[in-house]
């Protein structure tokens, strides 16, 4: 299966995204689980831990919220205001987060 768009909507204030709940346990990352948040070609993804990278690291939260790095939020230019879409890749079981132009 390809990338799916799940959603775009405001980037929200608390910094925090929603792993949607019908994918959580596909891609691995339930709650407690430990993932890798990293910013790379202008596109947040988050994965479930390696332990050998050296990524940012966040617990997803009981309600499938990871919070996104303050310094990722600075160099991706992410305000409250922006606005973002988020995408399912369920063959490399991530999430990743596309910050739409304005």
């Not at 891609?27 to 910013?39: A, E, I, S, T």
């Not at 309600?63 to 490399?92: H, Q, R, S």
Request: proline letters at 5%; one cysteine or more; charged letters at 35%.
């Amino acid at each position: 299966m390809a990338t799916e768009i799940y959603d775009c909507k405001e980037f929200p204030k608390t910094g925090g995204i929603t792993i949607p709940a019908k994918y959580r346990e596909k891609l691995g990352m339930l709650p407690g689980d430990v993932v890798d948040v990293n910013y790379e070609n202008n596109q947040i993804c988050i994965e479930k831990e390696d332990p050998d990278s050296l990524h940012n690291k966040r617990w997803v939260s009981e309600k499938g919220k990871v919070l996104i790095p303050k310094e990722i939020l600075n160099i991706a230019k992410i305000t409250k205001d922006k606005e973002y879409c988020l995408y399912i890749d369920e063959e490399k079981k991530q999430v990743i987060i596309t910050i739409i132009a304005s």
